[in-house]
């Protein structure tokens, strides 16, 4: 399944389908992205980055490709498990003095035993 | 514990009431941040300290809210004659250490459970 992000979407896959989420980020100086996992009532977990200088990154069971020029993001995950249910932010490092995470709205992604 | 811890997980206040959110980050961490966050949206940046002192702070919506961290360890946010528009969950996050401009990204953040305020 696939989805696109800044208003928060919801994604609903079933288990052992490859998900994609995608997002659209602010600035195009930016130049370090992150994607985060939030599960209800926790803190934000770090999933996979990538700098501007790449297009393409992968980890395990997740890849993160990097468009600048239509500055686009996706996370793919491989083989969605139901622990992978949880809402997915990418955010931006903006740039300038003091450098900070611009974050994104946000998708919901709900996996289907 | 070895990740950051925020008290109390959730605190329920009346409009006008003064509050005081605690975080303790990860041991060792030198940049310490807060954010904001509402239902289903992402987290919205408050202040971030490197060290003791506030590095950045624009992101603290007016002069009700205000934090320290006078150890370069523990960190309070505190909000003053709250509004029901300051219900939200706030969080907060550690990490090794938060680099200038043109050098290297910052290092991973690792983000607490956050406390849930409730403004009635």
Redesign the interface.
């Known amino acids: 399944g696939e989805s696109v992000g800044l208003h928060?979407p919801t994604l609903s896959v079933q288990e052992g389908d490859n998900s994609i989420i995608n997002c659209a980020y602010s600035n195009s100086a930016s130049?370090?992205f992150i994607w985060y996992k939030q599960e209800s009532?926790?803190?934000?977990?770090?999933i996979i980055?990538i700098?501007s200088n790449m297009d393409k990154r992968q980890g395990q069971r997740v890849t993160v490709l990097l468009n600048k020029t239509v500055k686009h993001l996706s996370l793919q995950i491989a083989a969605t498990q139901p622990g992978d249910s949880a809402?997915y932010?990418c955010?931006e490092?903006a740039?300038?003095?003091?450098?900070?995470?611009?974050?994104?709205?946000?998708t919901?992604l709900a996996v289907n035993p | 514990g070895a990740g950051v811890s925020q008290t109390p997980s959730n605190k329920v206040t009346e409009k006008g009431k003064y509050v005081e959110l605690r975080c303790d980050p990860i041991s060792g961490h030198t940049a310490l941040y807060w954010y904001r966050q509402s239902l289903g949206q992402g987290p919205e940046f408050l202040i971030y300290f490197q060290g003791t002192g506030a590095a950045d702070d624009s992101g603290l919506p007016n002069d009700r809210f205000f934090a320290v961290r006078p150890e370069g360890s523990v960190s309070t946010l505190k909000i003053q004659r709250t509004e029901r528009g300051d219900s939200a969950v706030y969080l907060c996050a550690s990490s090794l250490r938060m680099t200038g401009p043109r050098g290297q990204v910052g290092n991973e953040q690792f983000f607490g459970p956050g406390t849930r305020l409730t403004v009635l």
């Open positions: 928060l130049d370090y009532g926790k803190g934000p977990q770090f980055d700098r809402v932010f955010a490092w740039p300038g003095n003091n450098r900070k995470l611009i974050w994104g709205l946000g919901s």
